[in-house]
C-alpha cells in the first residue's frame, strides 16, 4: 500500500538518537500542524484535548506519541512518534470529503463509551486515526500504526459492516 500522499516518517535517527531532542522536533511538528492552526472538519471546529499538560506539552500531543488507558502509565510508541505528520493530512483528505472508498482514505464511525468517534485509515488498514466527536466540535484524539493482521482484519470488518447498515 502506498501512501505517497503522507509527508515522511520523522525518525529517532535524524535527531542523532537524542530522545530529549526528538521530543522537541517531534512537538515542533505538532505545533505547526495544531497549535498554529487547527486542520478544518466538516461542519464542525476543532479543539485539541489540552489537559492534563506534561511538560508542558498537551494531551493530544502525548496521545499521538505514546499508547495506554492511564494517562500516568502512557509509554512511548516509536511508531506513532514517526507519523507526527500524518494526522494533519489524514483529516484534511477527510475534510475534501473523501468518498466512502478512497484511494487515500477510508472512514467510518463507531462508539466508544458512550462516544462517537470517526476512525480514518489507510485503505489496507495499516494506519488508523480517531477523532472523538464531541457534538459541536472534534477532537483529534489518538493515531497509530497498525501491524497485527488479526487488528487489520478488525478494522476492515468494522468498516465493512458500518457502511453496509448505512445503506439499510
Not at 500542524?33 to 485539541?48: E, H, N, T
Not at 506519541?65 to 483528505?93: F, H, K, N, Q, Y
Amino acid at each position: 500500500m502506498s501512501a505517497d500522499w503522507l509527508p515522511p516518517l520523522v525518525r529517532l535517527e535524524e535527531s542523532g538518537g537524542d530522545w530529549a531532542n526528538y521530543e522537541e522536533t517531534l512537538y515542533a511538528w505538532f505545533t505547526a500542524d495544531f497549535l498554529r492552526s487547527l486542520p478544518a472538519w466538516p461542519g464542525k471546529r476543532v479543539g485539541l484535548k489540552r489537559h492534563p499538560l506534561s511538560k508542558g506539552k498537551e494531551a493530544t500531543f502525548w496521545h499521538f506519541i505514546s499508547e495506554g488507558e492511564s494517562e500516568a502509565d502512557r509509554l512511548i510508541d516509536v511508531r506513532r512518534c514517526e507519523r507526527i505528520r500524518w494526522p494533519r493530512p489524514t483529516m484534511a483528505v477527510f475534510f475534501d470529503r473523501v468518498p466512502v472508498e478512497a484511494d487515500r482514505i477510508v472512514w467510518w464511525k463507531n462508539e466508544r463509551r458512550g462516544e462517537e468517534r470517526y476512525l480514518l485509515a489507510l485503505p489496507d488498514f495499516s494506519y488508523l486515526m480517531i477523532v472523538a466527536d464531541r457534538g459541536e466540535y472534534v477532537l483529534p484524539w489518538t493515531h497509530y500504526h497498525v501491524d497485527r493482521p488479526h487488528r487489520k482484519e478488525k478494522y476492515r470488518k468494522e468498516h465493512h459492516a458500518y457502511w453496509a447498515a448505512q445503506k439499510c
